[in-house]
């Protein structure tokens, strides 16, 4: 699990490091972790280091002396004053100093750019040379390494146009909001998070990593049977969505669950035939699936009632997501910004704007897990942590993706994972599949392709 600090903790982190440590140069630990990944990048060609005013600047500068003993480093103090002991320091390293103009006709000349306009002070935007020079970088396809974050993104919510697009990003002590929240994640490459000595409190907001599923996938025993591994009940689907009923059963049984009842109104001869192993019509369950493909059913509370009647727990999803029955704890909602914009009386944009809050708002009042679904999946839980599952390509943002998810969900929240986990394990290991198997497969494809992904994931562990 890796922890994901704002900019206000991070910068909390560091004045309890100074407090503690005073007079250490943090910044020559920062400027020495970027020197390093800039030679990494690349080894020989000319470098430009376009500096800020701010500390940020102060590291790239530190970075340009360091790399000046051994390659041509241009430096472009993109506001006129900058860092005056980096600057200094990049001086006597040797480093040439140009204006805007030189900066952009140098451009086909390098082989990288070092973006250290700003990081933890980032606003959202560039000013037009600075914009410019960022374009021109991406159509040149140049690498940019971005100190701390590329700027013009804000660092918490990584809104920012336009903004630098880096193929590396080099971090300190702890990855920042934006460097794991789409879209801007995107800008930022492969990012590095680099230690230097500073220590961040225990975050609200993590990252979980594969060893984190690993170690959490429920692997059966010599002891197991299928009521031990966990059996689903599935109340999904309707007349117009019977395909919704169809991708759940399957989410659920290549994530290994040990059986499934299916008790919608989906016809057995369809079910049946794709998966003979589904015991036909209600009874006791480990966790119950609603919601997916039921449309605008006049009966949505009925059938929530009547799975509540079979099942302790139990995944909501797309339409009954508005039938929920009070207080909920334990189980696990599954809306995507839409639906959860519903569920607040909020616009979508509201939710897509501030998705984590929005989620805790909703853990927070039902008392159950809830599971935005979204290119960044975001998982909240009714005290506030939240966590985001691992990432994965977006071919999988595709109709009947989510019921799929949902029954993986299903799957592990039968198997006795707290509902948290669930969802952290399941959006991760969807996410997975959809990664090593790079392409447009679509969602019934890719619940196939589950069970090489756990089977690797839980030999790994
Ligand atoms: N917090 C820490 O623990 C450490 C911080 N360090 C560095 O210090 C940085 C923070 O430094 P500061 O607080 O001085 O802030 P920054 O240097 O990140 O940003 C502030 C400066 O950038 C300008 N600016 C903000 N947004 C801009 C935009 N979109 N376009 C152009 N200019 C913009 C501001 O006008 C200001 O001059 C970190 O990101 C990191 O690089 C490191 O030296 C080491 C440790």
């Known amino acids: 699990?890796?922890?994901?600090?704002?900019?206000?903790?991070?910068?909390?982190?560091?004045?309890r490091f100074f407090d503690a440590n005073p007079g250490v140069d943090?910044?020559?630990r920062a400027a020495r972790a970027v020197a390093r990944?800039?030679?990494?990048?690349?080894?020989?060609g000319q470098v430009l280091v376009v500096a800020g005013r701010g500390n940020n600047g102060?590291?790239?500068?530190?970075?340009?002396?360091?790399?000046?003993?051994?390659r041509r480093v241009l430096v472009w103090p993109a506001f006129g004053r900058t860092h005056d002991a980096g600057q200094a320091a990049a001086r006597?390293?040797?480093?040439?100093?140009?204006?805007?103009?030189?900066?952009?006709?140098?451009?086909?000349?390098?082989?990288?750019?070092?973006d250290a306009v700003a990081g933890l002070g980032s606003r959202p935007g560039l000013p037009q040379a600075l914009a410019t020079f960022a374009a021109a970088c991406d159509s040149s396809a140049i690498d940019v390494l971005s100190v701390d974050l590329p700027s013009g993104l804000d660092a918490d919510s990584g809104a920012g146009q336009p903004s630098f697009r880096a193929t590396r990003t080099v971090t300190f002590a702890a990855l920042k909001p934006c460097h794991v929240a789409q879209p801007a994640a995107g800008r930022c490459g492969r990012v590095h998070v680099v230690d230097i000595g500073v220590e961040v409190a225990a975050t609200q907001l993590r990252q979980a990593e594969e060893a984190d599923?690993?170690?959490?996938?429920?692997?059966p025993t010599a002891s197991s049977d299928k009521y031990a591994r966990g059996v689903v009940l599935f109340d999904t689907g309707s007349a117009r969505y019977q395909g919704a009923a169809l991708l759940g059963i399957s989410?659920?049984?290549?994530?290994g669950t040990g059986m499934v009842r299916y008790a919608g109104p989906v016809h057995s001869g369809l079910i049946l035939t794709r998966y003979p192993s589904v015991v036909m019509g209600d009874g006791r369950a480990q966790a119950a699936v609603l919601g997916s493909g039921w449309g605008e059913d006049e009966g949505a509370s009925g059938r929530v009632s009547s799975a509540r009647l079979h099942a302790p727990v139990a995944v909501v999803d797309a339409d009954?997501?508005?039938?929920?029955?009070?207080?909920?704890d334990g189980w696990l909602l599954t809306p995507h910004a839409g639906e959860l914009a519903r569920l607040l009386g909020c616009s979508r944009s509201h939710v897509e704007s501030r998705p984590v809050s929005c989620a805790r708002e909703v853990a927070r009042v039902t008392g159950a897990t809830v599971l935005l679904k979204g290119a960044t999946q975001y998982v909240a839980e009714p005290g506030g942590r939240v966590t985001i599952a691992v990432p994965g390509p977006h071919w999988s943002a595709q109709a009947g993706s989510g019921d799929v998810l949902a029954g993986i969900c299903g799957a592990l929240l039968a198997a006795g994972l707290p509902a948290w986990q669930a969802a952290v394990a399941g959006s991760s290991v969807q996410a997975m599949a959809a990664a090593r198997n790079p392409g447009p497969y679509p969602p019934d494809e890719l619940a196939r392709r589950l069970p090489e992904v756990i089977a690797g994931l839980v030999a790994a562990d």
Do not use: K
Not at 1 to 15: H, I, K, L, P, S
Not at 58 to 70: C, N, Q, R, S, V
Not at 320 to 328: E, K
């Open 1 to 15: 699990m890796r922890a994901v600090v704002t900019a206000a903790g991070m910068r909390a982190a560091e004045q």
């Open 26 to 28: 943090l910044m020559g």
């Open 37 to 44: 990944v800039a030679a990494e990048v690349n080894t020989a």
């Open 58 to 70: 102060g590291d790239g500068l530190f970075a340009a002396a360091i790399l000046a003993a051994h």
């Open 92 to 114: 006597a390293a040797g480093c040439q100093f140009v204006d805007a103009l030189g900066a952009l006709e140098a451009l086909p000349d390098c082989g990288l750019v070092i």
């Open 213 to 219: 599923v690993a170690t959490w996938w429920p692997t």
């Open 251 to 255: 989410g659920a049984l290549h994530a």
């Open 320 to 328: 009954a997501l508005y039938s929920l029955p009070g207080r909920i």
